[in-house]
């Protein structure tokens, strides 16, 4: 079912993360196994490097793996020449600030995740500071209606 070339990029890619996808008994299991995997990129080497696709011999994978690395490296050089847009600036500044004992700071951190994600929890309280005017405001959500 799967090409040479294709077994090489699933056996390298991310260190072989996805080498599972060899366990697929046919071409319709492969397949939706890979779109499980949510990986576009591996998806588009996969399908560039297919018989399908005329992927026939070693020179035809190595030059279009070439092409995709030329044409990927472009891509970047561009979006680095990209400044960023006036809307990725915050507008506000929000932190939730609660006092907890912890052996590390990292338990610390994941207690005060917990409470944060506790749809009971009473910590409620937030200091927001809005970049446009400067002000800083304490909001309560306890009771917010909206």
Same mark, same amino acid.
């Given at each position: 079912?799967?090409?040479?070339?294709?077994?090489?990029?699933?056996?390298?890619?991310?260190?072989?993360?996805?080498?599972?996808?060899?366990?697929? #008994? *046919?071409?319709? @299991?492969?397949?939706? %196994? +890979?779109?499980?995997?949510?990986?576009?990129?591996? &998806?588009?080497?996969?399908?560039?490097?297919?018989?399908?696709?005329?992927?026939?011999?070693?020179?035809?994978?190595?030059?279009?793996?070439?092409?995709?690395? #030329? *044409?990927?490296? @472009?891509?970047?050089? %561009? +979006?680095?020449?990209?400044?960023?847009?006036?809307? &990725?600036?915050?507008?506000?500044?929000?932190?939730?600030?609660?006092?907890?004992?912890?052996?590390?700071?990292?338990?610390?951190?994941?207690?005060?995740?917990?409470?944060?994600?506790?749809?009971?929890?009473? %910590?409620?309280?937030?200091?927001?500071?809005?970049?446009?005017?400067?002000?800083?405001?304490?909001?309560?959500?306890?009771?917010?209606?909206?």
């Amino acid at each position: 079912m799967l090409n040479p070339f294709e077994r090489a990029a699933i056996q390298a890619y991310r260190r072989g993360q996805y080498t599972h996808l060899f366990e697929a #008994a *046919d071409k319709p @299991t492969f397949d939706a %196994a +890979l779109d499980d995997c949510g990986d576009a990129l591996l &998806a588009f080497i996969l399908r560039d490097l297919s018989t399908e696709e005329d992927c026939d011999t070693l020179d035809a994978a190595i030059n279009r793996m070439t092409t995709a690395q #030329a *044409d990927l490296t @472009t891509v970047l050089q %561009a +979006l680095r020449r990209t400044p960023c847009p006036p809307s &990725a600036n915050p507008e506000h500044n929000v932190t939730w600030t609660i006092d907890i004992n912890a052996d590390t700071p990292r338990e610390a951190a994941r207690q005060a995740l917990d409470i944060q994600r506790d749809p009971f929890s009473t %910590a409620t309280m937030f200091t927001v500071y809005e970049h446009r005017t400067g002000q800083t405001h304490q909001i309560d959500l306890e009771n917010d209606d909206g």
